[in-house]
């Protein structure tokens, strides 16, 4: 029974960390099967992005070009160029008025791109394992973005908070309770694990996204790791949280086993099956059997 439960555990705290990554592959499948992505075309440019210019006129107009602190930089012919503010296209058009109007070309072709995402970010913060601020790298979703960060952590809950700041681009994370006009969108992150891609959020600069800690239960006595555990479920069975903590010893029993779960303020204890629906903050206890 020990070895089962042990085994079960293992399996349980396995999937956690895989299920976040086979649904990033069922989205990729999914989004695949609809055909190309459409390009980024409503990126707006901001200080410090690399732009890849391509010219179909003249070899030497192609290029990289990085934007500096004030949003502008320095295209060949024409000088200075003001970009930040303006979305791909808009810089598109703006490039080929001024060829023009200066005299170069009668209908030149140009097409303007990300080569590097610099001046917008998001913020990943929580139960994920490498949290900090990351580039916005155009139309990114909440799985994208969570792949950035390493994934979720099998203490993570089920759900994500993503906080879109009432003023857009913020310099750091920013709580709810830092921004009342803020919006605020939940998301399901089990039913994004299943494939429910309407849970993918798009992201928006300034964007912070907390992936919530999962609560606890505590088990002690005679299983192989005592100790604290989060719940990854709404209904974890008695079986399951006792398999989260390897299963019970050869000195223990399941047919005596106690919670203590305070309701209202009160202890009580409450004598379970394996079958029972464990609650956040319960103790159990496995105790020893009798020889």
């Known amino acids: 029974m020990a070895s089962k439960n042990s085994e079960s ?3 349980i705290r396995e999937s956690h960390a895989v299920l976040l990554v086979l649904a990033m592959c069922a989205g990729a499948v999914s989004l695949l099967a609809q055909g190309p992505a459409a390009p980024v075309t409503d990126y ?3 200080p410090h992005d690399v732009l890849a210019i391509t010219s179909y006129d003249q070899a030497d107009l192609s290029g990289k070009f990085a934007l500096e ?3 502008t930089f320095t295209y060949p012919l024409i000088g200075r160029v003001s970009a930040g503010g303006l979305s791909l296209r808009a810089l598109e058009a703006q490039l080929k008025k001024r060829l023009i109007d200066e005299g170069f070309f009668n209908k030149p072709q140009i097409t303007v791109a990300v080569e590097t995402y610099k001046s917008q970010k998001v913020f990943i913060v929580g139960e994920v394992r490498t949290p900090g601020s990351y580039p916005l790298s155009g139309e990114m979703s909440l799985v994208e973005a969570l792949a950035r960060a390493g994934s979720t952590l099998p203490t993570a809950s089920g759900e994500a908070v993503i906080v879109h700041p009432a003023g857009g681009q913020a310099s750091g994370p920013v709580l709810p309770t830092q921004d009342s006009a803020a919006s605020v969108v939940r998301v399901d992150l089990r039913a994004l694990q299943n494939g429910a891609l309407a849970e993918n959020a798009a992201l928006r600069d300034g964007d912070t996204i907390f992936v919530t800690r999962a609560e606890s239960v505590y088990v002690f006595g005679q299983v192989k790791n005592p100790g604290a555990y ?3 479920g709404q209904k974890t069975t ?6 989260l903590a390897g299963g019970v010893t050869d000195r223990g029993t399941t047919a005596r086993i106690r919670i ?3 309701e209202n303020g009160k202890e009580r204890e409450i004598r379970a099956r394996l079958s029972d629906i464990v609650q956040p903050g319960d103790t159990i ?3 020893e059997r009798f020889f």
């Open 285 to 287: 206890m496995v105790p």
């Open 238 to 243: 008695l079986l399951q949280a006792l398999s």
């Open 9 to 11: 555990g293992t399996r």
């Open 69 to 71: 602190a004030d949003g």
């Open 230 to 232: 989060a719940l990854q």
């Open 260 to 262: 203590m779960r305070t």
């Open 44 to 46: 707006i440019v901001g």
